[in-house]
């Protein structure tokens, strides 16, 4: 049914380097989230960190009553049989081949006989259409097979919540594009809360109901996604648009000089929002809105152009 | 400024008690149920088939060393009849468990590091924490209990291929009397040489395998760091087993009265 991650004050540094501070947001059950942010603003610690790999500094993490942050060993591992995780490189274990790799978490949690366990996983191979490669290593696999071996070994065990780790790096457009279509489909079906870290403004702008940013040490910004894409905010825009004025430069941030010199440099407009990816069997998902919604319910116009069917995906300026 | 330097001095200090901590953390999960009885097989299997022949190989000469060492020595002194004892202590006291270290951390301990390492490097460690599975327990335990009960065996191959070189060359090349080698191995030596080299040799394989299970579950900085961490274990596990020896040797000298020929 979808469980509700409860993040509040999250603060992290490795030694005296504060990757972030401060961060509270709540991802609401059976939603999908974004987590965005630039290269090396610490997405993969944030979601190590929701999943108690790493200890924060300070703060929180909720989850069925449950504080990660400060629970005991044992608590950790009984919560963690509600995550499924799908790791950049799938974190296929290269010793088993694929079948054994989906079948793992069933031998090891669960009584099952050897031919439910079986079902289980061919129906999960199906889902990710990998069938007929049950036999393959890891090791013999490309990149994007290996993410959705992944992706069925995260679900095998029906998680409440599903974490992806940057789901597109590495994979083709085509590729993402139908990654991105089943996971929509996905959460139509198991009404889990997906939360997903990315930098790919695709993904971040059809899939989510709800995005995030994490810029400069902090969460700049957390909500709907049409408030979002609607945002005036500097770095938000700059982001989700991927610009080059904005105070985001290659190294982190742009000095006062640069951003002086941009200062009368006219900001390109909003593109349109674009439609949010529906499930393919044109079912809507429980908590998918109505296009618009929230901009009308706020009082926002969205960019012109926004919502229109087959509209072009154009970023950028 | 100060403050560095002492987090530098303490540094050393810092890592042997994660060590130690890991140590225990292991000894926690040995008696955390289900017991992982197949990879644990698997990997006594694995680290005999990795260890058998090259400890062999070793304790032929290592045996034959000690024979023409303590024969010449103790035809000096006339008292050949007491060489084959002489060799008996030596390689089962001593050269037993000490090859079976070796061995254990350099063929073994070091398959362990590695394999442990590149999977913490390639995730696999950390997918199987996200998957409600303690490595500890999953991996570690079956090895670190592996490596004690393969360390036992070798220490028993040693001792026997050991005292069998140092007949050989004794006999063929010293000219000893097969008899008076045979005849005198129960004068010098007793019973509890052969525990203690025992208790060594287990003792051995439980250092040997948490060492290098530690620093490959701490391996950091891609395949590099798997490469340090497979050095740095067998460096580490040298060092340790050395001083362990040592200290076993000297308690055991103080506890148990030689016998008197």
Redesign the interface.
Same mark, same amino acid.
């Given at each position: 049914m979808g469980v509700e991650i409860k993040v509040e004050n999250l603060t992290k540094s490795f030694g005296k380097q504060l990757i972030w501070g401060d961060v509270t947001l709540t991802v609401p059950a059976g939603e999908i989230c974004v987590m965005l942010g630039p290269s090396g603003t610490g997405k993969s610690v944030f979601l190590?960190t929701l999943?108690g790999?790493l200890k924060p500094d300070q703060g929180s993490i909720i989850i069925e009553g449950t504080d990660i942050a400060s629970c005991s060993e044992k608590e950790l591992?009984?919560i $963690?049989?509600l995550?499924g995780?799908l790791?950049?490189?799938g974190?296929?274990?290269?010793s088993m081949n694929l079948y054994d790799n989906v079948a793992?978490?069933l031998r090891?949690?669960t009584k099952k006989s050897e031919s439910e366990i079986r079902s289980i996983v061919m129906e999960k191979m199906d889902l990710v259409g990998l069938l007929g490669a049950e036999d393959k290593l890891p090791g013999e696999i490309s990149g994007g097979m290996r993410k959705r071996a992944?992706l069925a $070994?995260a679900l095998v065990?029906d998680p409440e919540i599903v974490l992806f780790d940057e789901p597109d790096s590495g994979l083709d457009p085509v590729r993402t594009a139908f990654l991105n279509q089943l996971i929509v489909d996905l959460n139509a079906q198991i009404d889990a809360t997906f939360l997903i870290v990315t930098h790919d403004i695709n993904t971040a702008r059809t899939v989510p109901d709800n995005i995030g940013l994490l810029y400069h040490k902090h969460l700049a910004m957390f909500g709907p996604r049409e408030m979002l894409l609607s945002s005036e905010e500097p770095v938000v825009r700059q982001f989700l648009n991927a610009q080059r004025v904005g105070p985001i430069g290659m190294s982190e941030e742009k000095d006062a000089d640069e951003l002086a010199a941009e200062a009368d440099q006219e900001l390109p407009p909003l593109p349109p929002i674009p439609m949010q990816l529906e499930p393919s069997n044109g079912i809507p998902r429980r908590s998918q809105r109505e296009p618009g919604a929230w901009c009308r319910e706020n009082g926002v116009t969205p960019p012109p152009g926004s919502f229109e069917e087959n509209m072009t995906m154009t970023t950028g300026a | 400024m100060a403050s560095m330097t002492a987090t530098r001095a303490l540094a050393p200090v810092g890592a042997a008690g994660k060590l130690f901590a890991f140590g225990l953390d292991v000894g926690r999960a040995l008696f955390r149920r289900p017991f992982q009885l197949r990879e644990f097989i698997q990997q006594a299997w694995f680290i005999a088939s990795v260890t058998i022949i090259p400890t062999a190989l070793v304790a032929i000469p290592f045996g034959a060393v000690i024979a023409l060492q303590v024969g010449g020595l103790i035809k000096q002194f006339g008292a050949q009849s007491f060489t084959g004892s002489a060799s008996v202590l030596a390689v089962v006291q001593q050269a037993a468990p000490i090859a079976t270290a070796l061995l254990i951390a350099g063929a073994g301990g070091s398959a362990i590091a590695a394999d442990l390492g590149?999977?913490k490097i390639?995730?696999?460690l950390?997918?199987?924490?996200?998957?409600?599975?303690?490595p500890i327990q999953?991996l570690v335990v079956p090895r670190v209990l592996a490596a004690m009960l393969v360390a036992v065996f070798l220490n028993g191959l040693v001792s026997v291929v050991g005292v069998a070189g140092g007949y050989v060359f004794n006999v063929v090349l010293q000219d000893g009397t097969p008899g008076a080698y045979i005849a005198s191995f129960t004068a010098l030596a007793q019973l509890p040489d052969l525990w203690v080299g025992l208790v060594k040799a287990t003792i051995f394989g439980l250092i040997a395998a948490v060492v290098a299970a530690y620093k490959g579950m701490n391996a950091a900085g891609g395949p590099k760091g798997v490469g340090d961490a497979v050095n740095e274990s067998v460096v580490i596990t040298f060092v340790l087993l050395f001083i362990v020896n040592f200290v076993i040797s000297a308690i055991y000298l103080q506890v148990v009265p030689p016998k008197t020929g």
């Amino acid at each position: 049914m979808g469980v509700e991650i409860k993040v509040e004050n999250l603060t992290k540094s490795f030694g005296k380097q504060l990757i972030w501070g401060d961060v509270t947001l709540t991802v609401p059950a059976g939603e999908i989230c974004v987590m965005l942010g630039p290269s090396g603003t610490g997405k993969s610690v944030f979601l190590k960190t929701l999943i108690g790999l790493l200890k924060p500094d300070q703060g929180s993490i909720i989850i069925e009553g449950t504080d990660i942050a400060s629970c005991s060993e044992k608590e950790l591992y009984e919560i $963690r049989k509600l995550f499924g995780v799908l790791f950049q490189d799938g974190a296929m274990f290269g010793s088993m081949n694929l079948y054994d790799n989906v079948a793992f978490p069933l031998r090891e949690h669960t009584k099952k006989s050897e031919s439910e366990i079986r079902s289980i996983v061919m129906e999960k191979m199906d889902l990710v259409g990998l069938l007929g490669a049950e036999d393959k290593l890891p090791g013999e696999i490309s990149g994007g097979m290996r993410k959705r071996a992944g992706l069925a $070994r995260a679900l095998v065990l029906d998680p409440e919540i599903v974490l992806f780790d940057e789901p597109d790096s590495g994979l083709d457009p085509v590729r993402t594009a139908f990654l991105n279509q089943l996971i929509v489909d996905l959460n139509a079906q198991i009404d889990a809360t997906f939360l997903i870290v990315t930098h790919d403004i695709n993904t971040a702008r059809t899939v989510p109901d709800n995005i995030g940013l994490l810029y400069h040490k902090h969460l700049a910004m957390f909500g709907p996604r049409e408030m979002l894409l609607s945002s005036e905010e500097p770095v938000v825009r700059q982001f989700l648009n991927a610009q080059r004025v904005g105070p985001i430069g290659m190294s982190e941030e742009k000095d006062a000089d640069e951003l002086a010199a941009e200062a009368d440099q006219e900001l390109p407009p909003l593109p349109p929002i674009p439609m949010q990816l529906e499930p393919s069997n044109g079912i809507p998902r429980r908590s998918q809105r109505e296009p618009g919604a929230w901009c009308r319910e706020n009082g926002v116009t969205p960019p012109p152009g926004s919502f229109e069917e087959n509209m072009t995906m154009t970023t950028g300026a | 400024m100060a403050s560095m330097t002492a987090t530098r001095a303490l540094a050393p200090v810092g890592a042997a008690g994660k060590l130690f901590a890991f140590g225990l953390d292991v000894g926690r999960a040995l008696f955390r149920r289900p017991f992982q009885l197949r990879e644990f097989i698997q990997q006594a299997w694995f680290i005999a088939s990795v260890t058998i022949i090259p400890t062999a190989l070793v304790a032929i000469p290592f045996g034959a060393v000690i024979a023409l060492q303590v024969g010449g020595l103790i035809k000096q002194f006339g008292a050949q009849s007491f060489t084959g004892s002489a060799s008996v202590l030596a390689v089962v006291q001593q050269a037993a468990p000490i090859a079976t270290a070796l061995l254990i951390a350099g063929a073994g301990g070091s398959a362990i590091a590695a394999d442990l390492g590149a999977r913490k490097i390639r995730e696999e460690l950390d997918a199987m924490m996200v998957l409600g599975i303690d490595p500890i327990q999953r991996l570690v335990v079956p090895r670190v209990l592996a490596a004690m009960l393969v360390a036992v065996f070798l220490n028993g191959l040693v001792s026997v291929v050991g005292v069998a070189g140092g007949y050989v060359f004794n006999v063929v090349l010293q000219d000893g009397t097969p008899g008076a080698y045979i005849a005198s191995f129960t004068a010098l030596a007793q019973l509890p040489d052969l525990w203690v080299g025992l208790v060594k040799a287990t003792i051995f394989g439980l250092i040997a395998a948490v060492v290098a299970a530690y620093k490959g579950m701490n391996a950091a900085g891609g395949p590099k760091g798997v490469g340090d961490a497979v050095n740095e274990s067998v460096v580490i596990t040298f060092v340790l087993l050395f001083i362990v020896n040592f200290v076993i040797s000297a308690i055991y000298l103080q506890v148990v009265p030689p016998k008197t020929g």
